[in-house]
């Protein structure tokens, strides 16, 4: 695992909000140990103890990153008691977070190992913390080029978040809302080569919309539409406006597309017959 | 242009908020390219699609960073359509954004280039993230040394946003509220050399001040007055609270000063004579 | 002092927002002359003009970086006016900020400087932006090798914030509520050490815990308690909500614990005698 000597980049995603001394402590602490280290935000706006949206998030960014970077994610509700520290090696990366399933999408994936190492922690009067005093010395240690593997025993039980894959069955495709972004743009986890070239229905939250776009101005304004996203994933939008607002949509309600033909066309967009919608 | 060999600095500017990974897929993505690169955020904070808001931040921002940074703006409600791709080599720097209005202070002072390079994008599933799929790596190539003219041909045609100037005619200066802080000053887009030394009345909102200051700290607690503001332009600011709140302030409302007199003199504060607000 | 040699990370802690131009333009000055820097944020959503909360997270997050970083913290109600920039170089750091109380944990530890360098300062339309025109050139000088003994005259008459110490008499511990973070928990000015091991009742805001933990984990749902933070200092916290938000504590509050006794035992979580809460 020599590609793991130049590590350069770390990612920090955590729920310590910005009014905070929070992720300055953390990067001060890296910075003291790994003083070259290039630090970038994801988000550290995840909702207080939201470990399914530090995942999302997690996932949605780890991939542009170059091989090497250290990813950081805390939020982590189980601070400072005997819940483990993880840092999973896959993808040509390292990810570091609490054993609370934040990590599931890499579980597979990686070797898994529960760092284990009192002597890269930081002493601190309290046990609040772990995310300057433990899981910064940790990431400064791998930025510094420790591999994964010095950081304590492999383990093959961590815990997993429970993430109902989409499905589809007699034309009718069933997923959820995994995000709302901030244009109210809702994306699905519905893989987008799913829906083919026919007509559809996509429903969620009691609305309705019946037209495929290939991007958002392809929309009239005020029209809702369902497009490719930029995860490859089916998302809804509406022009001009925030579909998640206008139709109340949240993350975790259920999308339902129902095919209602396919003619195998690669037309990417077209009206729906006429009485298609009542 | 033998200066853009050095680049090293990026500056990003979006209407992507700050709770989702957007902009740290970007980051990744430049600094995958160019790992030397130092990114520094202007902000991230737009109101989505706010093109103009976005130009005002960016022409305020971008004289404070050495020659050779790239300055990369992304509020782009055209996202995917055939709305080009901008590269602009301008006072000593470049800016990238979307054909949409954005660049118009530097259009008239340097080259305009339409960004054509599909052999620098990057593969994506969708077209709805132009921010991580193409405009990150253009700024990554201009970063590794790529002079702005190889990346598409000069064009003349960039679209424009329509910024009425202000004007000055007997006595009387007609401006417009070009920002608002946070901490409710009133920013507007006259020139601060217009005012003279002489008494004064400006008028927005239905409300007026007469007085005006050198520093915040120079008004009496709760009063209302006219300075010079830290980009050259009149600012309103009122002191202890929010201006903008108090008297119901928005961006684009129209600000009007009528120039009571001018005795040429330099007194920077003086009282209106009595009478003078009804 | 040569340790002032090798400065390379500038901190920086605002009241500026992140929706405006502030925070890059100070970035773009600091890097205009001190291209090697590295740059990270404290916070930039300081309340307008509220010294009191810079000071307490400046103090925070300082103690987390490496010596010879410079903290620059600009909350500052009296830009322009004849208010001095201090400098001050304390703890193997150098503080940069207005005189206006916010360096007041290290002025009796360090040596206090009133920076009066106008060489170094910008040029600049109007003097309501000495963060970008007076701060970061200060800072960057320092980063760039300059010691603080340049900078100015060495003066003792800083003007210090009255900081009241908490206090304990006759069993009862007195503090105030410092901090109030985005979890909730109510961070106190008390020492940890102050509680001892035996029972007690801590009271805020017309509210009552009496249960000691080590992590928030260690508290039941809904549950309310007192722990050691991350500071060192004492911290009430609720389960799975904000017990800021359900007991109606702000910044500032009186908190008082009743030490009912002292066993001297180090028992970590007990509970109260019956009755002991009416």
């Known amino acids: 695992m020599d590609e793991y000597g130049a590590m350069a980049i770390a990612t920090l995603l955590t729920d310590f909000g910005l009014d905070d001394y929070y992720v300055a402590a953390v990067k001060g602490v890296i910075l003291s140990r790994a003083p070259e280290a290039t630090l970038v935000d994801v988000s550290h706006q995840v909702p207080p103890g939201d470990v399914e949206t530090a995942l999302f ?3 949605a960014a780890a991939p542009c990153f ?28 390292v990810f570091v977070a609490p054993d609370n399933g934040l990590l599931t999408p890499w579980l597979e994936r990686g070797e898994v190992y529960a760092v284990d ?9 309290g046990r609040t913390f772990d995310g300057r005093d433990r899981f910064a010395p940790v990431v400064a240690a791998l930025l510094a080029g420790c591999r994964p593997a010095e950081l304590g025993p492999r ?3 961590a815990i997993r978040c429970a993430l109902p894959p989409p499905r589809r069955r007699d034309g009718v495709l069933s997923g959820r809302v995994v995000h709302v972004d901030r244009y109210g743009n ?46 490859g994933t089916l998302e809804l939008s509406l ?5 998640a607002a206008r139709w109340g949509v949240e993350r975790g309600d259920a999308v339902r597309i129902v095919l209602e033909s396919d ?6 967009r077209h009206e729906d017959p006429p009485g298609a919608e009542e």
Chains 1, 2, 3 share one sequence.
Request: glycine share 14%; charged share 20%.
């Open 57 to 59: 998030l997690l996932r």
């Open 186 to 231: 809702v994306v699905t986890d519905l893989p987008a080569s799913w829906l083919g070239g026919g007509p559809f229905r996509a429903e969620v939250a009691g609305h309705a919309a019946t037209v495929r776009v290939g991007c958002y101005a392809e929309l009239g304004e005020g029209e809702a539409g369902v497009l490719t996203g930029s995860l």
């Open 66 to 93: 170059p091989p090497g970077t250290v990813h950081l994610a805390v939020v982590d509700p189980g601070v400072g008691s005997d819940r483990r520290l993880l840092a999973v090696a896959a993808a040509a990366a």
């Open 263 to 268: 003619h195998g066309s690669d037309i990417l």
């Open 239 to 243: 022009r001009g406006a925030s579909l």
């Open 117 to 125: 190492r009192p002597d890269l922690y930081r002493r601190s009067p």
């Open 155 to 157: 383990v093959d039980d």
